[in-house]
């Protein structure tokens, strides 16, 4: 049973079970993830040029998606409500999800700075120039494995042009192989709170077989587990890579698998687990990204490819 005020879902809770850090994170999640934005979330939130947001498609797909514009796109007029001044693009699968009373996740993350920021909660309101969410979760994540990015230029306005995926071709490939930062969109099943968060290490710490299945390592963070916690009661997941460089998203949905600690676990130097990520469709948003950013300084906390 989950005691009365925890933050924490059975999923989390069992994670946090299986690592034996469930008292001590008990009293951390009661401590760090508030009911409403704390002041200085309000303040970051309204500073950024681009958000993330994880959300669930009519089929039960996860999708992660970014949201982009001159910062004050995104306001908090008071600490329960977050308010974002633009859509997405036609064929955005997060287009579907903005209806009153939808769960959606957020990350506010600024990468100049490394710093990163969550609310999840429900929509309240949507009209044509963008939507509200009352804010039930808010809470801060560490910088340890950001890719520090400053913005560069702002490409011209141009049409987003949506291609299906329905396997990963070589651009594909090659995105994945080299990145360095993704994020991930996870929930705990149908009706439960969506959350999108950030994935970053060395270029190309993200694994791809022949048969186009991902491979993450998770490194050591802040034991909150929100993202292993949703798979492990939920396998369904979406990814998504921007291209830094074009403004290109590469947005995929598909199914989990978590290894624990077997062999594949042990030949990742600084894993302490690994997941696993099966695509089922997915789709380009070219030129979705209008920000171009200066050449990624990898952080000092993420672990080598090889020993």
């Known amino acids: 049973m989950t005691p009365p005020d925890s933050p924490w879902h059975d999923g989390e809770r069992a994670v946090h079970e299986r690592l034996g850090i469930a008292e001590r994170m008990d009293a951390a999640g009661r401590h760090a993830i508030r009911a409403f934005m704390p002041d200085q979330h309000r303040a970051f939130f309204a500073q950024l040029p681009f958000i993330l947001l994880g959300s669930t498609d009519r089929q039960g797909q996860l999708w992660a998606s970014l949201l982009a514009g001159s910062p004050g ?133 993200v694994g791809l077989d022949a048969e186009g299945a991902l491979t993450v390592p998770d490194y050591s963070g802040n034991m909150f587990f929100n993202t292993l916690g949703n798979m492990l009661v939920n396998p369904r997941a979406g990814l998504l890579f921007p291209d830094f460089a074009t403004g290109d998203l590469l947005q995929l949905t598909g199914v989990t698998e978590l290894d624990w600690d077997g062999p594949d676990v042990a030949a990742l130097p600084g894993a302490q687990r690994l997941w696993r990520f099966h695509p089922i469709a997915g789709q380009w948003l070219r030129g979705a990204l209008r920000l171009r950013f200066a050449p990624g300084e990898a952080s000092p906390f993420s672990p080598p490819l090889s020993a």
């Open 73 to 205: 796109f995104v306001s908090s007029p008071e600490p329960q409500r977050l308010e974002i001044d633009a859509l997405p693009v036609a064929g955005d699968p997060l287009a579907e999800a903005l209806v009153p009373g939808a769960p959606l996740g957020v990350l506010g993350i600024e990468l100049p700075t490394r710093r990163r920021n969550r609310a999840n909660g429900h929509i309240v309101a949507a009209d044509e120039h963008g939507f509200a969410l009352a804010v039930e979760q808010s809470f801060g994540n560490c910088p340890k494995y950001i890719v520090k990015r400053d913005y560069a230029s702002l490409a011209p306005p141009q049409p987003v042009v949506v291609e299906p995926v329905s396997t990963l071709d070589a651009e594909a490939r090659r995105l994945i192989g080299e990145a360095a930062t993704f994020f991930v969109a996870s929930s705990a099943g149908p009706g439960a709170l969506p959350d999108v968060s950030h994935r970053g290490g060395q270029p190309g710490f």
